[in-house]
């Protein structure tokens, strides 16, 4: 299965990310991707007091936006995430939503953990002053042109920190894992590969990785490196420094002869992590 991650710069002009969003996605299908995934905050990266009142549902224009493509392109699309509204009028949920090629909603994924930290001057955030948290794990699918379907699991970001999450994703069976994101460019250049590469490596699965790139306002920037890492650990695919897109061929059947010769899913005898 063809995937292709695309890699973005994305700013406070909605109108500007979504079309740089169309025009790198139907370049990536010309390349027979049939399944595109975007970067946390596709349509809009901004300041937290910008977002809220741009906060939509899932029905709102920014995703129909997306469902269209999935439609034009004949793609699985995975947003890797966009401002949702939440309960609280002071917050929105950071929302990951999974497209079928006919442009309905397959999946919508809730970003659980938020990124309240102070590394450093130009790292210094409190997401969940913004953002309310989700609480439900989620896993999916996405299906070939023969219809044969994979099991992917969501998540965003942040959440690649902690690989109980995952963990919880595996015991669900999945073949695939997303991590859409805006890693920061500090925390990538000492993170980013390495906690990818574990969390193929000990999930046996592929990780599907597009993440920001660049600068994007103020002392904001993304590390970029969007990455595809296979389940033996190998990166297949990863990106340059701009905005682009990146593709590669998912084999299942050489993920299920790994699990096959070393079957360490099956060899766990410490207790699963709650639920």
């Known amino acids: 299965m063809r995937v292709a991650l695309i890699q973005l710069r994305s700013t406070r002009d909605v109108d500007a990310n979504l079309a740089t969003c169309h025009r ?7 390349t027979g991707a049939r399944w595109i995934l975007f970067p946390e905050n596709a349509p809009f990266l901004g300041k937290d007091e910008d977002k809220i009142p741009l906060a939509e549902t899932i029905d709102g ?31 929105t949920y950071n929302t990951q939503v999974h497209l079928s090629p006919q442009g309905d909603t397959a999946a919508t994924y809730r970003k659980i953990h938020l990124f309240d930290v102070a590394v450093d001057e130009a790292v210094n955030f409190c997401e969940s002053d913004s953002v309310y948290p989700g609480d439900e ?15 992917v699991g969501l998540s965003i970001c942040y959440d690649l920190r902690f690989p109980e999450l ?7 069976g999945v073949e695939a894992i997303t ?31 597009p993440n920001q790139w660049g600068h994007h306002f103020g002392t904001r920037k993304s590390y970029g490196n969007s990455t595809i890492y296979d389940p033996w650990g190998q990166c297949i695919a990863c990106a340059s420094d701009r905005e682009t897109f990146i593709v590669a061929d998912l084999d299942f059947e050489y993920l299920h002869e790994i699990r096959r010769a070393m079957p360490v899913l099956s060899h766990r005898t410490l207790e699963d992590p709650p639920r």
């Open 179 to 209: 991590v859409p994101s805006a890693f920061t460019l500090s925390t990538g250049q000492a993170h980013w590969h390495a906690l990818l590469r574990a969390r193929a490596i000990e999930n046996q699965a592929y990780v599907l990785a």
């Open 137 to 151: 794990v989620v896993d999916t699918t996405v299906s070939t042109r023969n219809e044969q379907k994979h099991s």
């Open 24 to 30: 790198l996605a139907e370049q990536a299908a010309e």
């Open 166 to 172: 995952y963990r919880n994703l595996q015991r669900k």
């Open 61 to 91: 224009a920014q995703i129909d936006f997306f469902r269209q493509m999935a439609r034009s392109f004949d793609a699985w699309i995975t947003v890797g995430s966009f401002a949702e509204k939440s309960p609280d009028p002071d917050r």
